[in-house]
């Protein structure tokens, strides 16, 4: 069993950066993926990336390449999704998700457990 948190949400204006956090805590957390995923109003969960169990090739929707940056360590139980050059369309709940995968993939119904998700908020 493995629970997540997530911190770090908030509110920003175009342009802004926010880091969010996913913590972890249970058995193994070093053995699962994790996905960071988003879902905005009226629209669908959207995988934004994620990384693999021992923190190596990092994957990102097209989205959202070349402004964002995931990683992990396992040590602290972490997982880290720093936003950069942020935009109105960046704003959603954001989740970070655990699942038993290599690599990391994007289908949400691979990930087991889920966080409660944090709120980032792109306005001017």
């Known amino acids: 069993q493995v629970q997540l948190v997530e911190s770090g949400g908030g509110s920003v204006p175009p342009g802004g950066s926010l880091r969010l956090s996913c913590t972890a805590s249970?058995?193994?957390?070093?053995?699962?993926?994790v996905g960071w995923f988003r879902q905005a109003p009226g629209k669908e969960r959207e995988f934004v990336g994620g990384?693999?169990?021992?923190?190596?090739?990092?994957k990102y929707t097209e989205s959202v390449k070349g402004r964002v940056i995931i990683s992990r360590d396992n040590a602290r139980n972490t997982v880290d999704l720093q936003m950069n050059s942020l935009k109105f369309e960046d704003t959603a709940t954001y989740y970070c998700?655990?699942?038993?995968?290599?690599?990391?993939?994007?289908?949400?119904?691979?990930?087991?457990?889920w966080g409660q998700g944090t709120q980032v908020t792109v306005s001017s």
């Open positions: 249970g058995r193994s957390f070093d053995s699962y993926a």
């Open positions: 990384i693999n169990y021992d923190g190596r090739n990092p």
């Open positions: 998700a655990a699942g038993v995968m290599l690599p990391v993939r994007a289908d949400p119904s691979l990930y087991s457990y």
